[in-house]
């Protein structure tokens, strides 16, 4: 089964400039995860996606953006680069429980997009 | 989500046996006990979890004490590939409605030492 992949793997922006960022989730899997990682700050939760909504946001601006498609394919945008979100930016995939049944939170990673902001 | 603590760093000589803690206790009865490494620059890996009983797959094994409050994961041969940062996450099972998001602390640096 192939694994999550991200588009673009690298990518130089400079601020103001706005990036798009895809995540193709593991097939079957209908919720996507996103997270940035920085030195500082270390990894921290975006937000998540499943059914084409979100589900759940953290602690970012409205700068940071998302979107799933019927896929089950996101795209994460970033508006009005600046230089602090210099960062990996990862993308997660897992399954959705169904009804009332409690499944394990198995999440599986692809190998980020490096975003570099001059 | 419970809180978890872990060492900073972490040596291991190379074949050997890697053994890394995980401090978790606050957990609650419904809380999962995940573990996922990173390798440099690399996206984290997911490696194992647990509820209670022990659990091994063919990357490790889980230990969890009878009371939950700690876990240990053991990397059975360590080898230098296995040289990455270390996360203990504890976590409740999810249903149609849960969030998914991971909460990642600092995690254990093991470095593997040929």
């Known amino acids: 089964k192939a694994g999550v992949t991200q588009t673009p793997r690298y990518l130089i922006k400079t601020r103001g400039q706005q990036v798009t960022l895809s995540c193709s989730p593991i097939s079957g899997h209908r919720s996507v995860s996103w997270y940035q990682q920085t030195p500082g700050q270390g990894l921290q939760f975006l937000f998540e996606y499943f059914s084409e909504t979100q589900r759940n946001k953290g602690n970012f601006p409205g700068r940071f953006s998302g979107r799933q498609f019927s896929n089950s394919r996101s795209e994460m945008n970033v508006s009005t680069l600046e230089l602090g979100d210099s960062a990996l930016y990862l993308c997660?995939?897992?399954?959705?429980?169904?009804?009332?049944?409690?499944?394990?939170?198995?999440?599986?990673f692809g190998p980020g997009t490096r975003l570099t902001v001059l | 989500d419970a809180k978890t603590t872990q060492p900073t760093s972490m040596d291991c000589a190379e074949g050997r046996a890697a053994n890394l803690p995980c401090n978790h206790s606050t957990i609650s009865g419904n809380e999962y006990v995940y573990w996922y490494r990173q390798i440099h620059s690399q996206g984290p890996q997911y490696i194992i979890h647990g509820l209670k009983n022990n659990e091994t797959n063919e990357m490790a094994s889980l230990i969890i004490t009878e009371d939950r409050k700690s876990s240990t994961l053991i990397l059975p041969h360590a080898t230098l590939r296995d040289t990455a940062v270390y996360y203990c996450i504890v976590r409740v099972g999810l249903s149609s409605g849960s969030a998914r998001q991971l909460t990642f602390g600092s995690g254990t640096q093991l470095t593997v030492l040929p």
């Open positions: 997660a995939s897992g399954v959705v429980g169904t009804g009332g049944a409690s499944v394990p939170n198995e999440q599986f």
